[in-house]
Every structure is written in C-alpha cells, then in structure tokens.
C-alpha cells in the first residue's frame, strides 16, 4: 500500500513538472509584436498585431485582454481604446491542449495633438524669495501656500498683494513639504518621501491627522474638484482619492499624441481641468481628467526672466512650481521655488 501511494506521488509530481516545463516552453515560444518597430500607438487607431513562434505549433485560439478587458482582434488588428497610458496587453493562446498566457506592456497615447498656448503677463506681486514653492491654492480669495525643503517646509496663509505671510507653521525637520489642497476647510498637506500627508484645521492650522499614502510611494501635487482629490507622485500615475478615507481608488495617465508623462509636480484644479507643471520644465500641462489626455500645453519660458533675484537663483532646482486658481474671479496665478515675485497670467492660444 505504501509502494503504491509512493508511485502514485511520483507519478504526480512528474506529471505537475512535465505540464510546468510543457507551459514555461509555450511562454517561451510564443511572442507579440504590436504594430511596427516605434510605432506610435493612438487612442482609436488600429494596429496591426502579430502573434510569433520560435518553433511551430498548431494554435486553436487566441483571446486578447488590454488593462483586464477583453477585445477583439479583426484582421491581425486592434484597436486600442481608454485608458491612456501604459497598460498591459495580454494574449491567451490555446495550443496543442495547453493555455500559455504572454503579456506585453503597450503605451496608448492620445488620439488629439495638445494646443499650445503663451502668456501675457496682467499683474505682478511680491513673493518671498525664502519660498521654496510646492503648492499653491486659493480658498475664499485667501491665498494658501506649502513650501519645502527638510528644516525649512511651512504650511503659510498669505496676502496676495502685499506678499505678506499672515499665519505660518514649521513643519518638523524630518518632512520636507510638497502640495496642498483645501477641502471642507481642512487643509491636506502632503510630504516628499515620509509617506505621510497631514491634515489641519483651516483657520487655526492645527494638526489634526496623518494619513498615509497607498500604493503610491511619494507625494508631489495635489488638487481637488469638490468631490475626489488628484495626486501626482513623480511616476507617470496621477492617483484620484476618496476625500473622506483618502484611498487611491484609480488612477489616470496624462498622455500627449505621442508620449506618457511624468514627474508632473504642483496641480491645480481649474474650471473641469487638471493644470500642472512638470518638474525642471518651464510649462504647465491642462489635463483631462476623465481620460488623462493632454489637451493643452502652455508655454512659459521667459517669465523667469522677469525676477529681480534670477542671478542668485540656481536654475535646475529654482523652477516654476506654484500655480493657483481663484474660481471667484477666474484669474491665474503663478509663481517659482524661491522666486521673487508671483504673476497673474492670462492665457493666449498660440
């Protein structure tokens, strides 16, 4: 009894390891080529798709699955559709009585080429220079500011004309400040690399509460629409959140007509669109925030050119990164990391 039980495992486990070996060749003999070698892949455009053996085996089916959904392949074609970004594809091969599965990453970019804008510059306030910028918002006309840095990261409620700050906490020496967003008057603070944000007390800015991050590892931006909040965190992802459990529930992927961005930085929410700057870059991105496609590119090379203190600046880290939306008024405004002045702007279609 006991030499048949053992026969019966061995017969087992040769059987389990033959099928294991039988499925890593499968994987290894097939492959995908989508569409031609750098080809652009746009939302709405077919794409011819190739399924490649090293060695030939008769295939029965082939189910294909972009980001879990399945599609359909007509005529060695695909279209891809939403979500923007990079995403996975997936085939399911039926070959010779095994399933192989082989997944391959595709990055679907927008079908719309972005407009471009410039800027006129309609007034121009002080700034503190000691600002080292990360977020910037309006609530009730009342200018609200982060800055950052380890040993120097503030949370500040500001004048706009004066360019006083009017209320100012520190933050501990260990935080190093990123972008803020109002909401049922608390303030969200959010922190670099500590996987902390922080909540406060609109008016007496108190400290209430730390949260902590999710899958996302940084915090960078951070916007809301009155109803989900928005955060960047230096990937290609901007996560949306629950405002009352502050989970990442789903993300977008801002995408041009032809590339995935990242290291998108300070967000702002203004009338439907998410606008934000991209670090190191002197320009700010509109995004739509249902898809993620990139809808408007707005050029601000020069206004760097305007401050008084731009000799002392060290370019690659004193950058643009402030952008506020008075919905009141509907006026923008912008400023820099450590920039001596912020500027209303108003935007011109190029």
Same mark, same amino acid.
């Given at each position: 009894?006991?030499?048949?039980?053992?026969?019966?495992?061995?017969?087992?486990?040769?059987?389990?390891? +033959?099928?294991?070996?039988?499925?890593?060749?499968? +994987?290894?003999?097939?492959?995908?080529?989508?569409?031609?070698?750098?080809?652009?892949?746009?939302?709405?455009?077919?794409?011819?798709?190739?399924?490649?053996?090293?060695?030939?085996?008769?295939?029965?089916?082939?189910? !294909?699955?972009?980001?879990?959904?399945?599609?359909?392949?007509?005529?060695?074609?695909?279209?891809?559709?939403? $979500?923007?970004?990079? *995403?996975?594809?997936?085939?399911?091969?039926?070959?010779?009585?095994?399933?192989?599965?082989?997944?391959?990453?595709?990055?679907?970019?927008? +079908?719309?080429? $972005?407009?471009?804008?410039?800027?006129?510059?309609?007034?121009?306030?002080?700034?503190?220079?000691?600002?080292?910028?990360?977020?910037?918002?309006?609530?009730?006309?009342?200018?609200?500011?982060?800055?950052?840095?380890?040993?120097?990261?503030?949370?500040?409620?500001?004048?706009?004309?004066?360019?006083?700050?009017?209320?100012?906490?520190?933050?501990?020496?260990?935080?190093?400040?990123?972008?803020?967003?109002? !909401?049922?008057?608390?303030?969200?603070?959010?922190?670099?690399?500590?996987?902390?944000?922080?909540?406060?007390?609109? *008016?007496?800015?108190?400290?209430?509460?730390?949260?902590?991050? *999710?899958?996302?590892?940084?915090?960078?931006?951070?916007? *809301?629409?009155?109803?989900?909040?928005?955060?960047?965190?230096?990937?290609?992802?901007?996560?949306?959140?629950? $405002?009352?459990?502050?989970?990442?529930?789903?993300?977008?992927?801002?995408?041009?007509?032809?590339?995935?961005?990242?290291?998108?930085?300070?967000?702002?929410?203004?009338?439907?669109?998410?606008?934000?700057?991209?670090?190191?870059?002197?320009?700010?991105?509109?995004?739509? $925030?249902?898809?993620?496609?990139?809808?408007?590119?707005?050029?601000?090379?020069?206004?760097?050119?305007?401050?008084?203190?731009?000799?002392?600046?060290?370019?690659?880290?004193?950058?643009?990164?402030?952008?506020?939306?008075?919905?009141?008024?509907?006026?923008?405004?912008?400023?820099?990391?450590?920039?001596?002045?912020?500027?209303?702007?108003?935007?011109?279609?190029?």
């Amino acid at each position: 009894m006991k030499v048949y039980n053992l026969l019966s495992l061995l017969i087992l486990g040769f059987f389990v390891i +033959s099928c294991g070996n039988s499925n890593q060749k499968n +994987s290894a003999n097939f492959s995908l080529q989508i569409g031609e070698k750098d080809e652009n892949i746009q939302q709405g455009k077919a794409v011819k798709i190739q399924l490649q053996q090293k060695e030939a085996q008769k295939i029965d089916s082939v189910t !294909y699955f972009y980001n879990g959904e399945k599609i359909n392949v007509e005529n060695n074609t695909i279209t891809f559709n939403l $979500p923007l970004g990079k *995403n996975k594809l997936e085939a399911n091969v039926y070959s010779e009585g095994n399933k192989t599965t082989i997944t391959e990453e595709v990055s679907v970019h927008s +079908s719309v080429k $972005p407009k471009i804008y410039t800027y006129e510059v309609v007034n121009t306030y002080p700034h503190d220079p000691k600002a080292f910028t990360q977020g910037l918002e309006f609530y009730n006309d009342t200018l609200y500011e982060s800055t950052g840095l380890r040993g120097q990261s503030t949370l500040r409620k500001v004048d706009l004309e004066s360019g006083k700050v009017i209320k100012k906490i520190d933050l501990i020496d260990t935080y190093f400040a990123e972008g803020l967003t109002i !909401y049922n008057n608390k303030i969200y603070q959010l922190t670099w690399r500590s996987g902390d944000g922080i909540i406060y007390d609109l *008016n007496t800015f108190e400290k209430e509460e730390i949260f902590n991050y *999710n899958e996302s590892k940084e915090g960078w931006g951070l916007c *809301n629409d009155g109803n989900k909040f928005y955060k960047s965190d230096g990937t290609e992802k901007i996560w949306i959140l629950n $405002p009352e459990t502050l989970a990442e529930e789903s993300f977008i992927q801002p995408a041009t007509h032809k590339t995935t961005l990242t290291k998108l930085n300070e967000l702002e929410w203004v009338e439907g669109k998410i606008y934000a700057n991209t670090w190191q870059k002197d320009g700010v991105v509109i995004i739509d $925030p249902k898809t993620g496609a990139v809808e408007g590119l707005i050029d601000f090379r020069g206004l760097r050119d305007q401050l008084t203190n731009n000799d002392d600046l060290v370019k690659s880290n004193h950058v643009l990164n402030g952008i506020a939306y008075n919905p009141n008024n509907k006026k923008l405004y912008v400023t820099g990391k450590n920039w001596d002045k912020l500027f209303e702007v108003k935007i011109i279609e190029r």
